[in-house]
C-alpha cells in the first residue's frame, strides 16, 4: 500500500499562517513585499511566476516582477538585484532561472541582501546552511523536509538517498538531511549503478528533471519517495521525475506530481518574505 503524500493540505496551512502574519505587518506599516527578477522568455518559468504573484497577492503580500528580458547582461541583473537589496520596501527577493547564457546564477545571487534571501540562493545562505548557521534554506529543499515532517517519516538514523546535486535541491536538501541525523548519500548523473544506492534508501529524493526515471526497480519496498521533478507534458501538464504507477504498491509513500513538494515550496517561499519583512 502506497501513502498518498500530498502537500495541498501544509500548503494551505502555511499559507494560512502567512496571511494572518502579512495582515498584522501590514496593519503595522510595513506591508511586506517580494520582487521576482527575471531574465528570460522561457513559458514554463513565466507560468511558475505568474503562480507564485497569484498566490503572494491571495495572502497579502504585494509581488513585483522585475522582467529585464532575456538578454539582459549580467550586470544589469545584479544591478537590480543590488538596488532591491538597498530598498527598505522589499522584504524577499527571488531570481528566477533560467538566465542568460553568459550570467551565472551563483555569482549574481551573491548580489541578493542574505537578509532578503527568501530562496536560499546566495552561496553565503548555502554556506551558512551547510555549517548549521541560521539562514533561508532554498524554498524546494525546506518544502521537502516540511513534507517528511508533515507526514511524521522519521528520518533520525534513516537512509536517506538524494538523486540531483543541484545547489537550488539537491545539495540543500542533503544537507538538511544531514542535519536531521540522517544517513545520505548524494547521486548524480556520473553515478555508477544508480539502483543500487536508491534501492538502500528508506527515504529517496529525486529532483532531476528527467521524466520517469525511476521506476519499480530503483525503489526498495515500502521506502517513502519524494518526487521534487516538474517536467512539463506536450498538453499542458506536469510529470515528476518519478514513475508513479511503477512504484505504487512498492514504496511505502510517494509525493504526488503536481500537488507535492510544488505548493509547499511557494508557500514557504511566503513564509519567508513575512519573516524577513518582521526583521
Ligand atoms: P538541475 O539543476 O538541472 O539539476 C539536476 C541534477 O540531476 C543534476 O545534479 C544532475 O547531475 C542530476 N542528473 C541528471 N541526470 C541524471 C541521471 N540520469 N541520473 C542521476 N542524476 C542525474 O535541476 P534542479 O533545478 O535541481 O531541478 C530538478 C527538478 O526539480 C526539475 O524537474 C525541476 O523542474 C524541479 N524543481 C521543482 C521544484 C518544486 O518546487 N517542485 C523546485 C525546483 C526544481 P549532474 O550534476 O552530474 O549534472
Same mark, same amino acid.
Given at each position: 500500500m %502506497?501513502? *498518498?503524500?500530498g ?6 496551512? !502555511? ?23 527575471? #531574465? ?5 518559468s ?5 503562480s507564485?504573484?497569484? %498566490?503572494?497577492e491571495?495572502t497579502?503580500?504585494a509581488c513585483?516582477?522585475v ?11 545584479r544591478?537590480?538585484l ?10 524577499? !527577493? ?9 550570467a551565472i ?6 548580489? !541578493? ?8 540562493? *546566495? ?35 534513516? *537512509? ?6 543541484? *545547489? ?17 548519500? &548524494? ?17 529517496l529524493v ?13 525503489v #526498495?519496498?515500502?521506502? &517513502?519517495?519524494?518526487?521534487v ?12 521525475d ?24 511557494? #508557500? ?8 524577513? #519583512?518582521?526583521g
Amino acid at each position: 500500500m %502506497t501513502a *498518498n503524500l500530498g502537500g495541498t493540505e501544509l500548503a494551505a496551512a !502555511i499559507r494560512a499562517e502567512v496571511a494572518a502574519a502579512a495582515a498584522e505587518l501590514t496593519a503595522a506599516g510595513t506591508p511586506p513585499r517580494l520582487a521576482v527578477v527575471v #531574465a528570460t522568455a522561457d513559458e514554463s518559468s513565466a507560468w511558475y511566476v505568474r503562480s507564485i504573484a497569484r %498566490t503572494a497577492e491571495k495572502t497579502g503580500i504585494a509581488c513585483s516582477v522585475v522582467d529585464l528580458g532575456d538578454t539582459a547582461a549580467p550586470d544589469r541583473i545584479r544591478t537590480e538585484l543590488a538596488a532591491l537589496s538597498e530598498d527598505p520596501a522589499v522584504h524577499g !527577493i527571488i531570481l528566477q532561472t533560467p538566465l542568460p547564457p553568459d550570467a551565472i546564477f551563483e555569482d549574481l545571487a551573491s548580489a !541578493i541582501d542574505p537578509a532578503k534571501d527568501v530562496d536560499g540562493a *546566495n552561496p553565503l545562505s548555502l554556506g551558512r546552511l551547510a555549517a548549521g548557521l541560521p539562514a533561508f534554506a532554498p524554498a524546494t529543499a525546506e518544502a521537502v523536509l516540511a513534507l517528511l515532517d508533515h507526514h511524521e517519516v522519521p528520518l533520525y538514523a534513516r *537512509n536517506a538517498v538524494v538523486v540531483g546535486r543541484s *545547489n537550488v535541491v539537491g545539495k540543500p536538501t542533503a544537507q538538511l538531511l544531514l542535519q536531521r541525523d540522517a544517513t545520505v548519500t &548524494i547521486c548524480h548523473r556520473f553515478t555508477k549503478d544508480l539502483r543500487q544506492f536508491t534501492r538502500s534508501a528508506d527515504v529517496l529524493v529525486v529532483a532531476v528533471g528527467h521524466p520517469k526515471l525511476i521506476t519499480a526497480e530503483h525503489v #526498495a519496498e515500502d521506502a &517513502i519517495v519524494i518526487d521534487v521533478g516538474t517536467n512539463p507534458t506536450s498538453d499542458g501538464g506536469l510529470v515528476g521525475d518519478v514513475d508513479a504507477d511503477s512504484v505504487t504498491g512498492r514504496a511505502g509513500g510517494l509525493t504526488p506530481v503536481p500537488g507535492g513538494v510544488g505548493p509547499v515550496t511557494t #508557500a514557504l517561499l511566503l513564509q519567508h518574505t513575512v519573516a524577513s #519583512a518582521r526583521g
